[in-house]
């Protein structure tokens, strides 16, 4: 609203002069015969007035800024490589899983809705250890190698976890917290992105809708 | 009686009164009842005796640790110490509006109390009429979307979460939003004034005469508000920085921006009768920005971490904001045959010419930092991408402006109201360059490199020069009234701006952070100062626990950086600590204390340069402000005096109402 | 010239001079920490409200701090850096909005309004200057001079004007856009896909297998000169150093990448190639052991063997230590092996020298000679028995066996003794005192390789195994 110029009107009327402003307003307008400029203001404050309405209607649609962040670029996309040494020191290549369903999850063993979801990934990755069609691989975020150690100890699986020292891995796929967890397809493309926990059931039930067809 | 139903009679009332106000104020203007405008002022009494009813209510509330009153329960808790518990009442939504409405029925009152011998005056009425409409409308947001009292039934022993945890750990706090309410509130009433001129026609300098010293006091306000803001985040937030063209910071900026230019505007229009659209225009504009800054900070349309909680509130702000802003600008565009300026601009080498380009500059940062604000929502509703603008847009598009801005600081006041010749301006700006040319060569020697903060410091020193030596000339002719009164104060004013554009910077250009990881005795060495780190303890505060780390910045301290657990708050909270020092600050913030080490700290060190003068910078705005106010009429300086000598004919000059 | 004139001048002098000196200079270099800072400012946090990476305490925008860390530790452009968070996280992390598109408007738009703004204000002013003084420079009463001046030529005056500032505000709006609403400072060169550093580096690799030794040359240099430190670069560069012969110019090179980093295999790879090209077969065995304790890649073992590395520095070891016992004994009268600054391992490589020479007495006076001094010394005590036992009489068998139970006695584990003694053992008939030494062997962790392949050579387990 700021934005507008200054107006012609200042400028345009009678010459410069050193005597003390004029303080009769009514003299003012009188002393003026209009010049074919007088709807000069009008011209600036109808653009203007369509600006502000413009702005209000904006700021009157527009979504509540926290809604517009739980998207994820990388969907459809292939799978941000994973590749490292797991926290037991075996080499780790996300690529020798191709084939598989991958289950890509981010967590820290602090974080309390991690240990709530962790059984649900020990039941998803038990029931297809048979098959063997699906695999989970956890990212360790922001945590110590020691801490994960304890943390699979006391809560199960048996599932590589790679520590992502440099943020690589975390940054690759855009975690923005934890838990948070990626569906790899067989083909290597991200199909899901789990905000928070995800239960073995719900996995499955997403494999199976994305085997049986779009 | 309850504090809730005591509360809602309170705001029940001043919505009554308030609206009783519009209608006897209409009807009297309307000469339908000529005799009515006069009452109308007693209204004002009843409409700010609920106000205060309103926040005193609040405050027993509190205080007492009513947790049948929903705010109190939602906010208040037996923990939080006394000052912050009384600041609660601002700490979140509908408080906030409370305080909001307490100072506006404060300046309304003060209004009419000052001008009651022109109380049958029309444009009075009008005047009158807008605030009562201000009034009625946040009285009716209290009803409305931010009831702040509003019953609850606790269960026994229930005890509040306390305030954000943010909002209790700096004194800060607890200056911070009233000073700012009265700057953002007090533009309502020249915006009353510049609405009553418009309505009556009467478009002369009359009505920004009498505004004045209210438009001043405002903006002086409003000047401290955001610099105590700026402190504020810089002493809790950890992050090392106090500015980050956030959308609330910004929209607090905005307002300061068009009022800075009014300003300096509207002695163009009282000295000459120029630019009185723009004018009018700066008027509504600094209002309708401040209306608009609430609904940024309140609706959660825009990302920020000084946003109150999402509310419904929002649509009612915009509303109001579109009504300002389509009834202004309808009633500029009707009045605009009547609008006609007086005089013009002179020659662009005097004191108007500069303060046109003033005004351009001003309007230009004002233009950049709302489109760089709003922008994000503009691209999303035309294509439906999101995007952000944040640091690297305002500041790379704000630095011209900033510059040219404290170019013409240092020439404007050395400029004569009319065209001045070469030998006059060579005096008056000789001992101002000698000081930029020190200043520059100090700082050269002292290490600083670049373009651009070589380019403020030189600028700043010159504008800071021609202060001083306008000061001293005054000083020495007028003793301490050479220091009073707006056109000395201003380069007072003048002075405090220089500080705080040199030390942003400074600060901005030279800063140096490091995250250091230090074992218990450990020394690391940042930016030529050496952090050692003594230890932590843990330390029980009645309202939270704090894990305190005892640094030690080049032998001094110890600092206590700490990390606090609030109990009802999920994360833990940075409480950092700075040590500071007229040359530069080393501010620290723990990271974390890792579980791996158990001794360990994880350190954000910061250094950056200067940044005390951003806060003694604002001190002295806040002074000079201050100094502008003191009436200097009893001085026997009369309109026809001729200028005592051309030295002085700036000091002097605009000395007279 | 008066005073105050000269003042000026001096002014003038001095703040020009000084402004140039500091901004033409640039001062220290900027750091990689000062980089990623700056780079971290620019980006929004993710997960927070209005925050930027810089600002944000949460996990991931610390990951986010780290991860910009490495990238400009690696060298990597703004550029690159915004386009691999923009592909992880959507373009509203960058808070620079870009200069291309609907977004340029933001950086258009105020600069096209200010330049309009002030060209318009200065030509206003101007003209009325001028038309003023085409009015005789008074000041006119009444407005009409300046009325009757817009006429139709001062119309057509007035287009070209407005259209001129116009063309030059849209212009400087687009340069802005174009110059800001891209990162492209810090470290992006010009020049195609030659953006990064690790691409200047693959290209090198891709060029050295291609044999253009001299064009691989060149690209290395260009990454050191952007990061003299870049330990990558410069092994390579000192490894085709040394392949154009130039050693000591090599050796410069991969000194300077071990002090960097020490953990960086490929440097003590290529500085154990380098140092036994230079007849420094200590060297080469220690920066070769370095070698091997980082689990070396395939492309080093079949280098190792195109070099014949390993057994280059054992010949190189043996003739060294067999010419330094040598010049020590073939005096008329050695001094004792105590008062000579050899080892025991020396002497042991140079007996093996002289015992492959068929020259086993003297091979055997040397342990005497290390005995004499050391009488409990076991290597020289198993070292003594090998040889002896090696020559298969029962008599020196005995006398074998005796010095290497005397060996096992003073270290019970040690490997060689164990192994020497089986095949002693075997030789006497005594099968099961030899599988028990074989057994006490396999028992310890870290079988020397040599040991093994010895066993193997000479089908010891076959040998000892119960019929």
């Not at chain 2, 910071?249 to 300061?256: C, D, G, M, Q």
């Not at chain 3, 703004?78 to 996280?89: C, E, H, N, P, S």
């Amino acid at each position: 609203m700021t934005g507008e110029p200054v107006d012609p009107q200042c400028h345009g009327g009678e010459p410069a002069d050193t005597a003390p402003a004029v303080t009769e307003p009514e003299l003012t307008g009188a002393a003026l015969p209009g010049r074919g400029r007088g709807r000069g203001a009008a011209w600036v404050a109808l653009p203007v007035a369509v600006a502000a309405v413009l702005l209000v209607v904006l700021l009157a649609t527009g979504d509540p800024a926290v809604q517009r962040r739980a998207r994820s670029p990388i969907l459809g996309d292939l799978a941000p490589a994973i590749v490292g040494t797991t926290t037991t020191g075996q080499p780790f290549d996300l690529d020798t899983l191709r084939g598989r369903w991958v289950v890509v999850n981010f967590f820290s063993t602090t974080c309390v809705p991690c240990i709530v979801e962790h059984p649900e990934l020990v039941a998803f990755s038990q029931s297809h250890a048979r098959t063997g069609d699906a695999a989970v691989v956890s990212v360790v975020f922001d945590d110590s190698a020691a801490n994960v150690k304890a943390f699979f100890a006391r809560n199960g699986g048996d599932w590589p976890v790679i520590a992502d020292g440099a943020g690589r891995v975390a940054v690759g796929y855009g975690v923005t917290g934890v838990p948070e967890s990626y569906l790899v397809a067989p083909s290597g493309l991200v199909v899901w992105k789990y905000l928070g926990g995800v239960t073995a059931a719900g996995l499955d039930s997403v494999i199976d809708r994305l085997l049986a067809g779009p | 009686m309850s504090n809730v139903e005591l509360g809602a009679i309170a705001v029940t009332v001043g919505l009554t009164a308030s609206i009783g106000g519009v209608v006897t104020t209409t009807l009297g203007l309307a000469r339908i009842m000529p005799g009515w405008l006069r009452p109308a002022r007693g209204l004002v009494a009843v409409t700010a005796a609920a106000a205060v009813a309103a926040f005193v209510v609040m405050e027993r509330a509190l205080i007492t640790r009513d947790f049948t009153v929903k705010y109190v329960a939602d906010n208040g808790s037996s923990a939080t110490p006394a000052v912050f518990n009384f600041a609660t009442l601002w700490g979140a939504l509908e408080g906030s509006i409370l305080l909001w409405t307490l100072v506006l029925c404060g300046f309304v009152t003060a209004v009419t109390v000052k001008f009651r011998a022109r109380a049958d005056d029309p444009v009075m009425g009008w005047a009158l009429l807008v605030l009562f409409a201000v009034c009625a409308f946040f009285f009716a947001l209290m009803v409305g979307p931010a009831q702040p009292f509003v019953g609850v039934q606790p269960l026994p022993g229930y005890d509040g979460p306390g305030p954000n945890p943010l909002l209790q750990n700096h004194i800060l706090m607890a200056f911070h939003p009233p000073i700012l309410y009265l700057g953002y509130v007090g533009f309502t009433v020249p915006f009353a004034f510049a609405i009553a001129a418009l309505a009556t026609g009467r478009l002369g300098e009359d009505w920004l005469r009498a505004t004045r010293r209210w438009t001043v006091t405002a903006w002086g306000f409003l000047s401290l508000g955001i610099v105590l803001g700026a402190w504020w985040s810089y002493e809790t937030l950890g992050w090392g920085g106090y500015w980050a063209w956030d959308p609330v910071e910004n929209a607090s900026l905005l307002p300061w921006l068009t009022g800075t230019a009014y300003l300096h505007s509207a002695v163009m229009q009282e000295r000459r009768g120029l630019m009185r659209v723009w004018n009018l225009s700066l008027v509504i504009a600094t209002f309708s920005l401040t209306i608009l800054g609430t609904f940024l900070t309140r609706s959660g349309v825009l990302l920020s971490v000084h946003s109150f909680t999402e509310s419904g509130i929002g649509p009612a702000i915009l509303g109001f904001f579109a009504v300002v802003v389509v009834v202004s600008l309808a009633l500029i565009a009707v009045r605009g045959d009547q609008l006609r300026a007086p005089g013009r601009i002179g020659s662009p080498l005097s004191r108007q010419g500069a303060f046109l380009a003033n005004n351009v500059a001003f309007a230009a940062f004002a233009f950049v930092v709302l489109l760089g604000t709003v922008f994000p929502l503009v691209v999303e509703a035309v294509d439906g991408r999101t995007i952000s603008v944040g640091n690297p847009y305002f500041d790379r598009m704000t630095r011209p402006v900033g510059l040219v801005l404290l170019f013409l600081m240092a020439v404007a006041p050395v400029l004569g109201w009319d065209r001045v010749g070469k030998e006059v301006l060579s005096r008056r700006l000789v001992v101002p360059a000698w000081v930029s040319a020190a200043t520059l060569v100090v700082a050269v020697a002292a290490g600083a490199r670049g373009w651009a903060p070589l380019l403020a410091f030189g600028l700043g020193a010159l504008a800071a020069g021609t202060a001083l030596h306008r000061l001293a000339l005054a000083v020495r002719r007028y003793r301490w009234r050479g220091l009073v009164g707006r056109t000395n104060a201003g380069m007072i004013v003048h002075l405090g701006v220089v500080c705080i554009a040199v030390a942003f910077a400074a600060s901005q250009s030279y800063v140096r952070q490091g995250e250091l990881s230090l074992a218990p005795g450990q020394t690391a060495v940042l930016a030529g100062h050496e952090i050692t780190f003594v230890g932590s303890e843990i330390v029980d505060h009645s309202n939270r626990v704090e894990r305190v780390a005892h640094v030690l910045v080049d032998g001094a301290g110890p600092y206590g950086p700490a990390l606090a657990s609030y109990p009802f708050a999920s994360q833990t909270i940075g409480i950092p600590s700075v040590r500071s020092t007229l040359i530069d600050d080393v501010a620290l913030a723990v990271l974390s204390f890792p579980e791996s080490d158990s001794d360990g700290v994880v350190l954000r060190v910061t250094v950056q340069p200067l940044v005390a003068w951003l806060w003694i910078g604002g001190i002295v705005m806040a002074a000079g402000t201050a100094m502008a106010l003191v009436s200097v009429r009893s001085r026997p300086v009369t309109r026809s005096e001729p200028e005592p000598v051309p030295e002085l004919e700036v000091a002097v000059g605009e000395q007279k109402p | 010239m008066n005073r105050r004139t000269l003042s000026w001048i001096v002014v003038a002098v001095v703040v020009v001079g000084a402004y140039l000196y500091g901004a033409l200079d640039d001062g220290p270099p900027r750091t990689n920490a000062d980089r990623a800072h700056a780079l971290a400012q620019g980006f929004a946090c993710p997960v927070c409200a209005g925050q930027s990476v810089a600002e944000s305490d949460v996990p991931v925008a610390r990951e986010i701090r780290r991860q910009i860390a490495v990238w400009v530790d690696e060298g990597r452009s703004d550029g690159y850096i915004r386009d691999q968070l923009v592909a992880a996280y959507e373009a509203d992390i960058d808070y620079n909005p870009s200069g291309s598109g609907l977004t340029s408007l933001v950086w258009i738009l105020p600069v096209v309004a200010g330049v309009g703004v002030v060209g318009g204000l200065v030509v206003m002013l101007w003209g009325r200057r001028d038309a003023g003084r085409a009015g005789g420079g008074e000041r006119a009463s009444d407005p009409v001079p300046e009325t009757d001046a817009v006429t139709a030529a001062g119309r057509s005056q007035l287009a070209v004007t407005v259209t001129v500032i116009v063309v030059i505000a849209v212009t400087a709006g687009l340069i802005v856009a174009r110059s800001s609403g891209s990162r492209s400072t810090g470290d992006s060169i010009t020049g195609g896909i030659r953006e990064t550093t690790r691409e200047l580096l693959f290209e090198a690799q891709q060029i050295v297998a291609s044999g253009d030794i001299d064009a691989a040359v060149g690209i290395y240099d260009e990454v050191l000169d952007r990061q003299p430190s870049n330990v990558e670069a410069l092994t390579y560069r000192g490894w085709l150093t040394a392949r154009s012969g130039d050693l000591d110019a090599a050796v410069a090179y991969l000194e300077e990448a071990i002090e960097i980093d020490p953990d960086y295999s490929d440097a003590h790879l290529f500085r154990s190639i380098v140092a036994i090209d230079q007849d420094d077969p200590l060297r080469a065995e220690a920066e070769l052991a370095i070698f091997d304790s980082f689990d070396p890649p395939a492309f080093a073992q079949s280098l190792i063997d195109a070099a014949e590395l390993r057994p280059r520095i054992l010949r190189a070891r043996q003739e060294a230590a067999l010419a330094a016992v040598d010049a020590v004994v073939s005096e008329a009268d050695p001094v004792a092996f105590a008062d000579t600054s050899l080892v025991v391992r020396d002497v042991a490589l140079a007996a093996e020298q002289l015992a492959a020479a068929s020259r086993l007495l003297d091979a055997v006076g040397l342990f005497d000679w290390v005995l004499a001094s050391h009488p409990d010394d076991v290597e020289a005590l198993t070292g003594w028995g090998w040889l002896v036992a090696r020559t298969g009489d029962a008599e020196l068998l005995d006398a074998a066996v005796a010095r290497l139970d005397r060996a096992l006695v003073l270290d019970p584990g040690y490997p060689y003794a164990l192994v020497y003694r089986a095949f002693a053992l075997n030789q006497q008939g005594d099968k099961e005192a030899a599988r028990a030494d074989l057994t006490a062997f396999d028992a310890a962790e870290d079988p020397p390789a040599d040991l093994v392949r010895l066993i193997d050579t000479f089908n010891l387990r076959q040998n000892l195994s119960p019929p």
